[in-house]
């Protein structure tokens, strides 16, 4: 059991990586950290990096992994462990993600290599279908 929550977008690094560059990060999205700073806010210590790179490796995104945790924090351990070693290169970037609950809905944005979390409020009526049980929102009439 656990719960899933979807991520759509992605992290940009400010210029094209090098090949060993590349390979760095791949491994990093490999990794399982345990404990260390990432385990201050949450239990990171549990988490797999859920992250990957798209196509032509100009940005990284969320690979579809079920029930994600932490994506703040495997983001900042991903780029803070790259700035470690390729301090000229900075992230930018966004994800919003959306959770199993109708009203769980955020946005993981990147700016200059720093994470944060910014909660998305839902705007309109909360109901609910008779039929299916599903919930949505109403739009409110001007």
Same mark, same amino acid.
């Given at each position: 059991? +656990?719960?899933? !929550?979807?991520?759509?977008?992605g992290i940009k690094p400010n210029r094209e990586l090098k090949a060993s560059e590349i390979?760095?990060?791949?491994?990093?999205?490999? *990794?399982?950290?345990? #404990?260390?700073?990432?385990? @201050?806010?949450?239990? *990171?210590?549990?988490?797999?990096?859920?992250?990957?790179? $798209?196509?032509? *490796? !100009?940005?990284?995104?969320?690979? #579809?992994?079920?029930?994600?945790? #932490?994506?703040?924090?495997? %983001?900042?351990?991903?780029?803070?462990? !790259?700035?470690? @070693?390729?301090?000229?290169?900075?992230? $930018?970037?966004? *994800?919003?993600?959306?959770? =199993?609950?109708?009203?769980?809905?955020? @946005?993981?944005?990147? =700016?200059?290599?720093?994470?944060?979390?910014?909660?998305?409020? &839902? @705007?309109?009526?909360? %109901?609910?279908?008779?039929?299916? +049980? =599903?919930?949505?929102? &109403?739009e409110e009439e001007n």
């Amino acid at each position: 059991m +656990g719960y899933s !929550t979807t991520f759509k977008g992605g992290i940009k690094p400010n210029r094209e990586l090098k090949a060993s560059e590349i390979a760095y990060i791949q491994e990093l999205f490999k *990794f399982n950290p345990r #404990g260390g700073d990432y385990s @201050k806010s949450s239990p *990171f210590e549990f988490y797999y990096i859920d992250l990957e790179f $798209n196509d032509n *490796f !100009t940005s990284f995104g969320w690979n #579809g992994s079920e029930k994600s945790y #932490g994506m703040r924090q495997q %983001v900042q351990y991903v780029i803070d462990e !790259t700035i470690k @070693k390729f301090p000229d290169i900075i992230f $930018n970037g966004e *994800f919003t993600a959306q959770g =199993e609950e109708y009203d769980d809905k955020w @946005k993981l944005i990147v =700016e200059d290599n720093k994470s944060k979390e910014i909660q998305i409020v &839902l @705007k309109g009526k909360k %109901v609910e279908c008779p039929h299916c +049980g =599903e919930e949505f929102r &109403l739009e409110e009439e001007n």
